[in-house]
Each structure stands twice: as C-alpha cells, then as structure tokens.
C-alpha cells in the first residue's frame, strides 16, 4: 500500500494550509499577514477542488478576495503614511 501522487500532492497543501494559519496568528506586520491569508484562502480553494466540491471551492476563491481586498482597504485607510 503506497501512497499516490496526488495523496503527495494533497500532504503538501495540507503542511503549507497549516504553516500559513500559524503564519497569519504571529505575523507582526498587517500587509504581510493579509498577503498570507490570501495564500490561505487559495490552498483551500484548491483543496475544496480536490474534494470534488466545486461549489465549496468557488464560494473559498470568493469569499477569500472580498476579505483580502477589504482587509487591504482597512490597512492602507487605517494606517499612517511615514513621509
């Protein structure tokens, strides 16, 4: 009983999955941990697709870049510009 390219493939995303959720908990810096979550929200998407979830899938790609683009619009609205 061996494991299969895809099962590689699936252990891969599922150690970065976990890697960028404890990237974005101790990441100091707001533009970098959203950048972070955006990596997030696709390795999920991609995961939902390898599922067979298509529909879950979508719904993760969408919900991922309205909360990004709304995180990075509350980030550069809410922080000081350094001249």
């Known amino acids: 009983m061996g494991f299969s390219m895809v099962d590689y493939g699936n252990m891969a995303m599922l150690i970065i ?10 990441i100091r810096d707001l533009l970098h ?22 529909d879950l899938a979508i719904t993760e790609a969408a919900a991922g870049v309205a909360t990004t683009v709304l995180m990075m619009l509350v980030i550069f609205r809410t922080s000081r510009r350094e001249e």
């Open 33 to 54: 941990a959203v950048i972070v979550y955006g990596v997030f929200s696709l390795i999920m998407a991609v995961i939902w697709l390898q599922m067979n979830s298509p």
């Open 17 to 26: 999955l976990a890697a960028s959720a404890l990237t974005v908990y101790f």
